[in-house]
């Protein structure tokens, strides 16, 4: 739980002690890449809670959804199409169902626990 | 433990993105509002230093062709011309050549009001310096102290001072030493023309300028000059 926490702090330190800054063109493409990064992100955590985690499809999803996010918005500015509204649009869609879903399992897991301490503590000194 | 380890390295790199779009979004670049005249301006300064260096790194590769094409025992000697010159362009050496002479004067009119005789100020001076700046000279004596590009114009206890020597009180001789005869007439040009006449009438002064002769001596300034923030480093250290 606090070593991926830690590993947040890190990357916000990196970046902020760094002052690492893009041009204003493409502050859009790293926004989206910002969303996709997430929308990985909170998928991998559903599916670790779902026990259908893989690491692969995890690591895998995280740079492609990456690179697609990126790749549509690019190919949309040079199309005079706003593709980059359907990445933000599948994207923040699957985030809220995604959060969604860690929130209600996380909530049944809490009920559960709170509904029958003794079996949880009897498990913990097994 | 190697999907924690994972989810670390995924969230650090959106740490990373998102402390990299933060800095984008809060710390935009600033956006360039000069108009075309002020671009040439730069444009001409930075001309202006683009050919001031050229000419430097041309002495200097002379400098260096001296060097090699002298034998080993006259190194001693290219490096004392080096020596020399370097005086020279420290205003250390006494200095003979066309410009111009300038009285500063108190004005006829103080005179005639009887008003008392004043010390010329520091920020005149200084003002004056500046003026001059505009034109292209070699060598500046104000006062029969030697100006260069380390000495200061400074109030000492009340006094106006250069190089830390009281200027006296007017009437006192300001010279001007040119490369050529054409350079002392800009500068006798550039004075006549300037404003600054009347900064010195303000205070009762007036500048008396010379035509533009062929020769002219300012002495050099023979004082050590005391460098503060290079020392020398002590051997054995």
Same mark, same amino acid.
């Given at each position: 739980?606090?070593l991926?926490?830690?590993?947040?702090?890190?990357?916000v330190?990196?970046?902020?002690?760094?002052?690492?800054?893009?041009?204003?063109?493409?502050?859009?493409?790293l926004s989206?890449?910002i969303l996709a990064?997430?929308?990985?992100?909170?998928?991998?955590v559903? @599916?670790?809670?779902?026990q259908?985690?893989?690491d692969k499809i995890?690591?895998?999803g995280?740079?492609f959804?990456i690179?697609? @996010?990126?790749?549509?918005?690019f190919l949309?500015?040079?199309?005079?199409l706003?593709?980059?509204? @359907?990445?933000?649009?599948?994207?923040?869609?699957?985030?809220?169902?995604?959060?969604?879903?860690?929130r209600?399992?996380?909530?049944a897991n809490w009920?559960?626990?709170?509904?029958?301490?003794?079996?949880n503590?009897?498990?913990?000194r097994? | 433990?190697?999907?924690?380890?994972? =989810? #670390?390295?995924?969230?650090l790199? +959106?740490g =990373?993105l998102?402390?990299?779009? %933060?800095?984008t979004?809060?710390? !935009?670049?600033?956006?360039d509002?000069r108009?075309m005249?002020?671009?040439?301006?730069d444009?001409?300064s930075?001309?202006?230093?683009?050919?001031e260096l050229l000419?430097e790194?041309?002495?200097l590769?002379?400098t260096?062709?001296?060097?090699?094409?002298?034998?080993?025992e006259? #190194?001693?000697?290219?490096?004392k011309? #080096?020596?020399?010159?370097?005086?020279?362009?420290?205003?250390m050496?006494?200095?003979i050549?066309p410009g111009i002479i300038?009285?500063?004067?108190?004005?006829?009119e103080?005179?005639?009001?009887g008003?008392? +005789?004043?010390? +010329?100020? !520091?920020?005149?001076l200084?003002? =004056?310096?500046n003026e001059l700046?505009?034109?292209?000279?070699?060598?500046?004596?104000?006062d029969?102290?030697?100006?260069?590009t380390?000495?200061?114009?400074r109030?000492i206890n009340?006094f106006t #001072?250069?190089n830390?020597?009281?200027?006296?009180s007017? !009437?006192?001789t300001?010279?001007?030493?040119t490369?050529t005869i054409?350079?002392g007439?800009?500068? %006798?040009?550039?004075?006549?023309?300037s404003?600054?006449?009347?900064d010195? %009438?303000?205070?009762n002064?007036?500048?008396?300028?010379?035509e533009?002769?062929e020769?002219?001596?300012v002495k050099?300034w023979?004082?050590?000059?005391?460098?503060?923030q290079?020392k020398?480093?002590?051997?054995?250290?």
């Amino acid at each position: 739980m606090w070593l991926p926490l830690l590993g947040l702090i890190l990357g916000v330190a990196f970046g902020l002690l760094s002052d690492i800054q893009i041009p204003q063109v493409y502050s859009n493409y790293l926004s989206i890449a910002i969303l996709a990064a997430l929308d990985s992100l909170f998928g991998g955590v559903r @599916a670790s809670l779902q026990q259908v985690y893989d690491d692969k499809i995890f690591i895998t999803g995280f740079f492609f959804n990456i690179v697609l @996010a990126i790749g549509l918005a690019f190919l949309g500015v040079h199309l005079g199409l706003d593709l980059y509204l @359907a990445a933000i649009f599948a994207f923040g869609v699957r985030l809220f169902q995604n959060i969604a879903i860690i929130r209600r399992i996380l909530l049944a897991n809490w009920t559960e626990k709170s509904k029958n301490p003794e079996a949880n503590s009897g498990n913990e000194r097994k | 433990m190697r999907r924690q380890l994972k =989810f #670390t390295a995924v969230l650090l790199i +959106i740490g =990373f993105l998102v402390a990299v779009q %933060y800095n984008t979004i809060q710390k !935009p670049e600033e956006r360039d509002t000069r108009d075309m005249w002020a671009i040439r301006n730069d444009l001409s300064s930075e001309k202006k230093l683009h050919s001031e260096l050229l000419s430097e790194i041309r002495s200097l590769d002379e400098t260096i062709r001296t060097y090699e094409s002298l034998s080993a025992e006259n #190194t001693g000697s290219a490096l004392k011309e #080096t020596v020399d010159k370097l005086h020279d362009e420290m205003g250390m050496t006494d200095k003979i050549g066309p410009g111009i002479i300038i009285e500063v004067e108190p004005s006829p009119e103080s005179i005639a009001l009887g008003a008392d +005789i004043e010390q +010329i100020t !520091p920020d005149l001076l200084t003002r =004056f310096v500046n003026e001059l700046n505009r034109v292209k000279w070699s060598a500046l004596e104000i006062d029969g102290k030697r100006y260069t590009t380390l000495s200061s114009i400074r109030d000492i206890n009340g006094f106006t #001072t250069v190089n830390g020597l009281n200027v006296s009180s007017p !009437p006192f001789t300001i010279k001007v030493v040119t490369d050529t005869i054409e350079d002392g007439e800009k500068v %006798y040009n550039t004075l006549h023309a300037s404003t600054i006449h009347d900064d010195f %009438y303000l205070d009762n002064l007036i500048l008396k300028i010379s035509e533009p002769k062929e020769q002219i001596e300012v002495k050099g300034w023979k004082e050590e000059i005391h460098n503060l923030q290079l020392k020398e480093l002590r051997k054995g250290e």
